[in-house]
């Protein structure tokens, strides 16, 4: 078989939001243009750009539709968050190699928060979670990314109180709206996957003041835009 004959590899590039990837669509755009707005010939593959929408529905059902009409050979998240604590750079990019829902479950008179794994509504191990967390499935020896534990809840933390609660509750590194849901739909229509996430903001009491998106949308562009010749 020639390599003219070859199935080329299909990729979709998934994002919440067209801001945080603007980069990376307008090289696509410039350099590997068709017809379709969303969709670039890149040699031996096909590069989509998926679009969904912010939060953990809108990433769930958005992905599933995709997936079942088009079949991708691999989807890759791409997008910004808040990291936990310090050791996690404002600006870098870093791989998440699990995800977490910070906030499926039931809080307490006392204001403790119970998962809903821990209220047995659902088993730990109950596919697609292992121990339960969402899992990447494997890694890719050219991820040269260091790596992140996710955690996705559906509203931004922004208070003490929240911010103690999720840090005392779950080991995670790097916070946003989508992760989970990404992977929950992934590993359900068994499609491999890939999330990277730069870090705009370290996860504190909310002042927009301090973030540095653009820093991190520059940085999560430049990764994704190196990764795509190696995929």
């Known amino acids: 078989m020639t390599l003219k004959e070859r199935p080329r590899k299909k990729i979709v590039i998934v994002s919440a939001t067209e801001l945080e990837i603007r980069p990376i669509l307008t090289f696509l755009q410039s350099s590997y243009g068709t017809d ?35 079949k991708p050979d691999l989807a890759l998240l791409a997008g910004i968050g808040g990291a936990y604590n310090n050791d996690y750079r404002i600006g870098e990019a870093y791989l998440i190699v699990s995800e977490q829902f910070g906030d499926l479950g039931v809080e307490d008179s006392n204001n403790d928060i119970k ?12 596919f697609p979670f292992t121990g339960g967390k969402l899992l990447m499935q494997s890694i890719p020896e050219k991820a040269f ?19 103690r609660r999720l840090k005392v509750k779950f080991d995670a590194d790097i916070e946003s709206m ?4 990404f992977f929950y739909s992934s590993l359900i229509c068994k ?26 949308i520059t940085q999560l562009n430049q990764v994704i835009q190196e990764m795509l010749f190696h995929l």
Do not use: C
């Open 36 to 70: 379709q707005p969303y969709q670039f010939d890149l040699h031996d593959r096909i590069i989509h750009v998926l679009v969904t929408g912010v939060g953990s529905v809108q990433m769930a059902v958005n992905t599933s539709v995709y997936y079942l009409a088009q």
């Open 115 to 126: 998962s809903v794994f821990e209220i047995q509504l659902l088993s730990p191990d109950q």
């Open 145 to 163: 990314l260091k790596h992140a534990n996710g955690l996705t809840v559906n509203m931004v933390s922004g208070s003490d109180l929240t911010i």
């Open 178 to 181: 989508e992760g989970a849901a």
């Open 191 to 216: 499609v491999p996957f890939l999330q990277i996430r730069a870090v705009s903001n370290y996860v504190e009491p909310r002042d927009k003041e301090k973030w540095e998106t653009g820093k991190a």
